[in-house]
């Protein structure tokens, strides 16, 4: 069974650019969530889909960051404009269901200069 | 989210030592995991736990859900070269869309 693919998987960009993610969670997985993950620290959720719909985005920077899963499989995460601060890895993963094992994608490393 | 403390920091220890690392929570969660993260990777499950004082074992690795529903730990027994990574605990807090909340990680290295 194939993983979670992430691309591309790795990004540097300078601020004020703007610049998107790509995540094809596993097969059949309806929840699907974005983490960030900066360097020394555990990955922080983005948000949260359930098919194609937003379940939890309490933490996403709304003012500079969007996510969408328009047809409840693939999803994009962009930034506009990016921030120094965003320089992280940016991870998805994937689940059968809310409440099941989250399986993760490799992430894709983003370097803001 | 709520804040998980995960201790130690690092670790750094002799191929066949064991090593044990621990996660506790000002609040309740309803699933503690533990996962391994090598360098350009993703995340990978190692250890579920679903029940307050369930003790599992995956090989080498035992981890405990707390009594309390407030702490876990997670052993290795025999420690290898291919241990090496940073080790996260993770839990899913009883309400909102059963998101992961993340310790900071233990960083394990162990020399042969």
């Known amino acids: 069974e194939a993983g979670v693919a992430q691309s591309p998987r790795y990004k540097i960009i300078e601020k004020r650019q703007s610049v998107a993610f790509w995540c094809n969670p596993i097969?059949?997985?309806?929840?699907l969530y974005w983490y960030q993950q900066i360097l020394g620290q555990g990955p922080k959720l983005l948000i949260q889909f359930q098919n194609n719909g937003v379940v939890d985005d309490s933490q996403l920077p709304k003012d500079r960051f969007s996510a969408e899963r328009l047809k409840g499989v693939d999803s994009t995460l962009k930034i506009q404009p990016a921030k120094l601060e965003d320089s992280a890895v940016y991870l998805c993963?994937?689940?059968?269901?809310?409440?099941?094992?989250?399986?993760f994608g490799p992430g894709t490393r983003l370097l803001v200069l | 989210g709520q804040q998980l403390n995960q201790s130690p920091q690092s670790m750094f220890i002799q191929e066949g030592e064991d090593v044990s690392m621990n996660c506790t929570s000002s609040?309740?969660?309803?699933?503690w995991l533990w996962y391994k993260q090598e360098p350009g990777e993703g995340p990978v499950l190692l250890i579920a736990l679903y029940k307050a004082g369930e003790l599992t074992s995956n090989g080498r690795l035992t981890a405990q859900f707390g009594i309390t529903r407030k702490d876990s730990f997670l052993n290795i027994s025999a420690s290898i070269p291919s241990d090496v990574g940073i080790y996260f605990c993770a839990g899913q807090p009883p309400y909102s869309g059963y998101a992961l909340n993340f310790g900071k990680g233990t960083s394990l290295l162990v020399t042969p």
């Open positions: 993963a994937s689940s059968p269901g809310q409440q099941e094992t989250q399986y």
């Open positions: 609040s309740i969660f309803n699933t």
């Open positions: 097969s059949g997985h309806a929840t």
